[in-house]
């Protein structure tokens, strides 16, 4: 299948998205592909996942990966996710956004997926994707599994976002600003999340796109929507007491992120073998393409008349 350009038909009251970004989170791939856990065939599931992504069928302007690539930051395990994600990206013709989350190692990170000196600086970029900005921050902390941003890199982002993009900013990192119900994520949260507020209070940042949690979940920051995708390798299972969660391997998901001139939509992609029906074809849109807004209404909204 040929992918197409992202935006799609539209037949209601907005016009259609302006980008297209997919959003994956949490791949933590391992050195020889060894069980995660001894239990999750992390490639396996990246490649389901990719699979799904694939099936799509569109052109996306970018796709994310908000951190924990890997599990333990092995040369090899970052090797291994180039080596199934590259391919992928190239045929797709969409840039790949790297994240770092604070299952990953900075140097190994940086060498491996970036070409750069395997140093502990902060995994940081700043990309144009047609005019909406996209910044990659780095909420990792070496040694440690929480979450911060330290002074040096709030004042990059602030220099950053001292001029607005045409069509706004999105912010990319590991840690969500959000709160979790699961008790162990609240020990390993974004610390001095003020801060953060802060530094994007008055820009023009529209959304915030992050990970860390392995399961989907949305809120708000400081005003602005956050965003979190689940994992690709393993979900937390929230079927249970927040005090018990634990991860399953199912349920795995990524989002379709829409950019529209007024708002943002995160779409959770289920990453599922389930029979689907095919009423819905592109012969379907076309036929309803050819109709007048009212003919649409009447082929498609118009219920049966009621016996009773
Ligand atoms: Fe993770
Ligand atoms: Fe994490």
Redesign the pocket.
């Known amino acids: 299948m040929v992918p197409t350009p992202a935006a799609s038909v539209s037949f209601g009251q907005h016009p259609p998205a302006r980008r297209t970004i997919v959003h994956l989170s949490?791949t933590h791939l391992l050195a020889g592909n060894a069980p995660l856990g001894g239990r999750y065939d992390t490639e396996a599931n990246l490649a389901e996942t990719l699979r799904a992504v694939e099936a799509l069928g569109i052109r996306p302007d970018a796709l994310v990966f908000t951190?924990?690539l890997t599990d333990l930051g092995e040369p090899d395990a970052y090797r291994r996710l180039r080596a199934a994600v590259d391919p992928v990206a190239e045929r797709l013709d969409a840039p790949l956004i790297w994240v770092a989350?604070?299952?990953d190692e900075r140097p190994a990170l940086r060498e491996a997926m970036l070409g750069l000196a395997p140093t502990e600086e902060p995994v940081t970029g700043v990309w144009d994707l047609g005019g909406l900005r996209l910044i990659a921050l780095d909420t990792s902390v070496p040694g440690w599994?929480h979450?911060d941003l330290d002074a040096a890199q709030l004042r990059w982002l602030r220099d950053v976002l001292s001029t607005a993009a045409p069509l706004g900013t999105l912010l990319a990192l590991?840690?969500p600003p959000l709160p979790s119900h699961v008790p162990l994520f609240d020990i390993?949260e974004l610390r001095d999340q003020g801060r953060l507020a802060e530094a994007i209070e008055g820009t023009d940042v529209r959304g915030i796109l992050a990970?860390?949690?392995?399961y989907s979940t949305s809120g708000t920051f400081a005003g602005v929507p956050v965003s979190v995708a689940a994992a690709t390798c393993y979900t937390m299972n929230l079927a249970r007491p927040g005090d018990a969660v634990n991860g399953m391997d199912a349920g795995q998901s990524f989002h379709l992120v829409h950019v529209y001139d007024d708002t943002i939509t995160h779409s959770v992609v289920p990453v599922t073998q389930a029979p689907t029906g095919d009423y819905f074809s592109a012969e379907w849109v076309e036929r309803m393409a050819r109709l007048s807004p009212e003919q649409r209404l009447e082929e498609f909204s118009r219920k049966p008349p009621r016996n009773d």
């Open positions: 949490d951190g924990d989350g604070n299952h599994h979450g590991h840690h390993l990970g860390h949690l392995h």
